[in-house]
């Protein structure tokens, strides 16, 4: 019995006891759910149902005298059955909530607006948030300031035309004072201001490979500089609510599981990957448990989804917690974020 081949009892079965489970974090047994079930089934009828659930792998059983639990493939199925279109984002009360959310007027540039959306879907779903910046090729230059920090050593801070502000030290010949560092920037400020980085990548390169004697050392030095500054990196990770996962009872027992846990998200580099999968997607991604190929995260889901640059995917965001979270409500934060958060940098850029 596959998940197409379900009945609708059992699926009724399935969906309620998913549902009672994510509310009390408690195995659910066949009175639980016949106190409430809208179609008065008897508690023989449930167990029924829950006993052949079990044995195709929707539910488990814990322990001999428990009610059951729902494997993976039990949430798989709740979630599917959950974007269906007939039931995506139907709930009132999730929509309302997640209409909430507003990013503060001081805060219109891209760092800002991704630093808010993080902040509001760790609050607003009592979970982990999740944002993954623009990767740095996808943006464009707009300035650049180098300040001699050491005297080997410059400070390099960029922007970006999307608002995106970072920060980098550069190794540096001795012998380049401030002013010539200042002189740098207004070369790079004249030359590429407007341009995306994969294009400066390239045109660097073609640069370098003319012969040497077109360009002054000046030019020259700051073509090394930007060697080094506009080389790939990986995306940044902003993280906010890692704590909220010590409220969650499923991880109340085993202090080893939240240990790995906190170092994963701490680490930030396994998030980084499972986010990159999902800008490859169109629309929502939702990984539940052993989905994720990562063994530290078998007891947890992501749901992610992209966010846009005018038709540009440009990053992801995500809700990161147990696999008991609240789909139905976490679903719509995580839709509706994307979406205004697609709306406001695209408006901020004329897009």
Request: aromatic content about 6%; some cysteine; hydrophobic content about 35%.
């Amino acid at each position: 019995m596959d998940s197409l081949k379900l009945d609708e009892r059992s699926k009724s079965v399935l969906l309620a006891i998913i549902d009672k489970y994510i509310e009390t974090a408690e195995p659910v047994g066949s009175r639980t759910i016949a106190k409430n079930h809208p179609q008065h089934l008897s508690s023989a009828t449930i167990r029924n149902a829950m006993s052949d659930l079990e044995d195709n792998g929707f539910l488990s059983q814990p322990h001999t005298s428990a009610g059951r639990i729902p494997t993976d493939k039990g949430y798989r199925f709740y979630v599917d059955h959950l974007l269906r279109p007939q039931n995506f984002l139907m709930q009132a009360e999730c929509l309302s909530e997640a209409q909430s959310l507003e990013y503060p007027s001081g805060k219109q540039n891209l760092q800002g607006v991704l630093e808010s959306a993080c902040d509001n879907l760790s609050t607003v779903s009592q979970q982990t948030g999740l944002v993954m910046l623009p990767g740095f090729s996808t943006t464009c230059f707009k300035h650049i300031e180098f300040t001699k920090v050491a005297p080997q050593a410059a400070l390099a801070v960029f922007f970006s035309e999307q608002g995106l502000l970072q920060n980098k030290i550069l190794p540096i010949d001795s012998s380049l004072t401030q002013d010539q560092l200042t002189s740098i920037s207004n070369y790079l400020n004249d030359e590429f201001s407007g341009k995306p980085i994969k294009w400066i990548r390239k045109e660097l390169l073609s640069r370098v490979r003319l012969d040497k004697e077109h360009y002054n050392q000046l030019a020259q030095k700051a073509h090394d500089l930007s060697s080094v500054l506009f080389e790939e990196t990986n995306n940044e990770l902003l993280v906010q609510g890692a704590l909220n996962l010590l409220d969650q009872p499923e991880f109340n027992e085993d202090i080893g599981k939240i240990k790995k846990l906190l170092k994963t998200l701490e680490e930030k580099t396994k998030l980084i990957n499972l986010l990159d999968l999902c800008l490859d997607h169109e629309g929502m991604t939702i990984l539940i448990g052993q989905e994720s190929l990562q063994e530290e995260m078998g007891n947890c889901s992501l749901i992610a989804q992209n966010y846009q640059l005018g038709n540009e995917k440009v990053g992801a965001l995500a809700v990161f917690g147990p696999k008991r979270m609240d789909y139905k409500k976490i679903i719509s934060i995580v839709n509706h974020t994307a979406q205004k958060v697609s709306k406001l940098i695209s408006e901020n850029q004329g897009v």
